[in-house]
């Protein structure tokens, strides 16, 4: 037993201050980036009165979707030139980009400056993703890099819970700009980390320049993706993305929308009123963030436990069963109105997530050529950021179509003949509900009801849950096709 305390404790001691470093500013900046993409869906198309911008969905589709896509593509450019210039300048032009982007965000309402000024927060974070895992790949080796990137993985949710329970509890209370103010003074701190305890190593500086290793990167790349094996994968892969990021998207609006959430507050506060407070940001409601975030506390707490049971599994198998769990997770959060059944949905798709995410690396290496290992696991972004962009006729045209209060309500109002003001800064997206509400002489849970009963808004449950079945049979597939195959060629070799 001492023998098992002193292996581990000696592991932990081989870390370098650079790991520690890198490790704290990838909390800090998931928590900025969390902190406030857990409410963004929310701001943009909140009502003008309570601070949110009154975008459509469509509009918060496009925002959210296209510019996430891009963030998650430009690792390919920027990846070369943080090796090119350095990772502390790298960091540093990171950093000051997030946080002026940051701060400006909340200082923005147009739909074309909005998505302008998140696109500036985009390049930041492209700046920064790549050079956060290049500083733990650097300062860790074959004996400690388990447990390194297990550490550092654990950051990323530490910073994705505690950003979004700020959040909750900041615009609760103080309104809609202090989330980005906040944002923007988490990034600050990270740069007072990085200029006082970051120590960049020596660089090995590469004759080539930017443009020509920019090049090489994409040429390096388009080789990996000709791999038809890889290139299935990832597309198939895009069908988890873009069922995963429901969860960010969509359900924080459709939760606002069709979740009574301060029913589920009441049923909270009888078991526990702490945790009740805690999740409304001291409301009477609770925050829609405030459960999408459960997901990231099922992480941090069952994350070990489900990695053990996977570590039994075959690759292939634990990927299938996690994509079954979280389709019937995410079923289960847009099939009902029910806060109760919202909460069950979100942790059953975080076992699902936990099961899917962390094992996609290491299939990507089990189809990787001897040698080729790094190359192909640069693709790995690819089907992110073609999910991201899938996610954004979901999230904008689907949703606005088929499951947005408004458009639904408005439609109705029409159908009735009841005459009604159009929304407008001057009258409100509140005062439409109001006034609704008044002539349609129900209560606004009633119209909510009857809304919902009439037009069925959560049948974009079909949808979302498709994408995940087609995805399930896709993989059945490839397994039997492609992955069987090469894990009995092993076996014989």
């Known amino acids: 037993m001492s023998t098992e305390k002193k292996s581990f404790f000696g592991v932990m001691k081989s870390y370098n201050k650079n790991f520690w470093v890198a490790s704290i500013m990838e909390l800090f900046e998931r928590w900025a980036w969390y902190g406030l993409f857990a409410v963004l869906a929310l701001y943009l198309t909140g009502s003008t009165d309570d601070g949110g911008l009154g975008f459509t969905h469509t509009e ?81 080796d074959k004996s400690n890099s388990t447990l390194g990137f297990g550490i550092f993985y654990m950051m990323v949710n530490i910073g994705g819970f505690i950003g979004p329970a700020f959040s909750s509890t900041l615009r609760t209370q103080y309104g809609w700009k202090i989330v980005f103010l906040q944002a923007a003074i988490v990034i600050a701190i990270n740069l007072l980390i990085l200029i006082f305890f970051y120590k960049e190593g020596e660089r090995v500086k590469k ?43 969509t359900l924080p609006t459709f939760i606002e929308d069709w979740v009574n959430t301060k029913a589920l507050h009441d049923s909270i506060a009888q078991v526990s009123p702490w945790i009740a407070s805690a999740m409304s940001g001291g409301g009477d409601s609770v925050n829609p963030e405030m459960l999408i975030n459960l997901d990231a506390g099922s992480i941090i707490l069952f994350q070990l436990i489900v990695s053990y049971f996977v570590l039994k599994i075959r690759h292939v198998s634990a990927m299938i069963t996690g994509f079954i769990i979280a389709s019937i997770g995410i079923g289960i959060t847009f099939y009902t109105g029910n806060g109760l059944y919202t909460i069950l949905g979100i942790m059953i798709f975080a076992i699902g997530e936990m099961m899917t995410n962390p094992t996609f690396s290491s299939f990507i290496a089990l189809i990787s050529p001897k040698g080729k290992e790094a190359l192909y696991m640069g693709t790995y972004f690819l089907p992110i950021f073609l999910g991201n962009f899938l996610t954004t006729f979901v999230s904008g045209n689907l949703y606005q179509a088929w499951s947005d209060k408004l458009s639904l309500l408005q439609t109705e109002m029409s159908n009735r003949g009841l005459q009604m003001p159009e929304v407008s800064k001057e009258f409100t997206k509140n005062d439409y509900f109001a006034l609704a509400s008044e002539k349609l002489e129900m209560t606004q849970t009633q119209m909510t009801q009857l809304i919902w009963d009439t037009y069925n808004p959560n049948k974009i449950w079909y949808v979302i849950v498709g994408i995940g079945i087609v995805t399930i049979l896709a993989l059945s597939i490839y397994d039997r096709v492609v992955i069987k195959p090469k894990e009995a060629a092993q076996k014989v070799a």
């Open 60 to 140: 918060k589709g496009q925002i959210m979707g296209i510019v996430t896509a891009i963030l998650y593509l430009l690792p390919m450019i920027t990846g070369v030139i943080a090796d090119k210039i350095g990772y502390k300048l790298s960091l540093i032009i990171a950093y000051v980009l997030l946080i002026s982007g940051y701060y400006f965000m909340g200082e923005v309402s147009s739909y074309t400056s909005v998505f302008l000024v998140f696109l500036w927060v985009a390049v930041g974070a492209a700046m920064f993703k790549p050079v956060a895992s290049a500083i733990i790949t650097k300062n860790t």
């Open 207 to 249: 004759v080539e320049s930017i443009s020509e290793a920019i090049s090489s990167s994409l040429k390096n790349i388009w080789e990996a993706v000709k791999d038809s094996r890889l290139s299935v994968l990832l597309v198939i892969m895009v069908g988890f993305w873009t069922m995963f990021n429901q969860l960010f998207y």
